[in-house]
């Protein structure tokens, strides 16, 4: 398979713009030949927007609709944060659209980070799976690929690719220059870390979109400026994965 990030900078709460710029990164990664493209966190609005609640959008809105037919005529699969709304309660979500446009999974973040994010969504409360080409793909959404036991759940149940839209900020560079590596290591699956780079409002975002390997090696790092971040995940070797999960001894 190959993976493809979008690190771009926030669309602002330009809706429009924001459909425009996927667009763009799709045609891209399609000439590529790239399975498929992932967008960081809440992509729709922009993660730091002060109109969160009148910018979610349902599941089946236009503009998600656009961007899977988009996908579609492209034939690569694309992963998109967006604010999600669903009747009086708001949800930080992202979908992923096969290459045929088809809904393939809509995640809802179970882990909110800090209290803006926690005053705004509820949180989910399912980690599903779902079959993207060749491997079996979950979805984590940023602060959730911190969580050992999550990745542990989903790689028990076979996960073997981890696609996680991510609003990384400063400080926390060492989220993708160690823990997303550890995590991979650890759990012997690729995880795919489409992050956003520049500044929305308060925060400056650290870029370093990452996809590391199975066997924790970084394929692909983006630096701090708009990237669209390429690589062909190696062939998985099984002498070379973590058997810590079979081994693991309970207290």
């Known amino acids: 398979m190959r993976l493809a990030l979008w690190q771009g900078t926030s669309p602002a709460s330009d809706i429009e713009a924001a459909c425009t710029e996927a667009e763009a ?5 399609a000439a590529l030949k790239a399975d498929v493209l992932v967008l960081p966190e809440v992509w729709l609005p922009g993660y730091n927007q002060p109109d969160i ?3 979610a959008l349902p599941a089946d809105s ?8 988009a996908a ?3 034939a690569t699969a694309l992963v998109l944060g967006y604010a999600e709304r669903d009747d009086n309660r708001l949800y930080n979500s992202a979908a992923c659209f096969g290459s045929d446009g088809a809904l393939l999974c809509n ?3 179970v882990q909110l980070y800090g209290p803006r994010e926690s005053a705004l969504y509820t949180p989910g ?5 779902f079959r993207l080409g060749t491997e079996t793909a979950a979805i984590l959404i940023c602060y959730d690929i911190e969580f050992a036991p999550h990745v542990k759940s989903l790689t028990d149940r076979g996960a073997t690719l981890i696609l996680v839209p991510t609003a990384n900020m400063a400080p926390f560079t060492h989220v993708p220059r160690a823990t997303v590596p550890a995590m991979a290591a650890c759990h012997g699956v690729t995880i795919a870390y489409a992050n956003y780079c520049g500044t929305e409002g308060d925060l400056t975002y650290v870029g ?3 996809i590391a390997g199975p066997h924790g090696e970084v394929l692909a790092q983006a630096g701090e400026t708009p990237t669209l ?8 070797d099984p002498a070379r994965l973590s058997t810590q999960s079979a081994d693991f001894r309970t207290l």
């Open 25 to 29: 990164a799709l045609t891209a990664a």
């Open 229 to 236: 971040l390429v690589t062909d995940l190696p062939p998985r």
């Open 53 to 55: 609640p009148a910018q």
């Open 62 to 69: 236009p503009p998600l609709r656009r961007l899977a037919e």
């Open 208 to 210: 370093l979109s990452t």
């Open 125 to 129: 409360d399912t980690l599903p799976t």
């Open 107 to 109: 995640y809802r973040k």
């Open 72 to 74: 579609k005529r492209r």
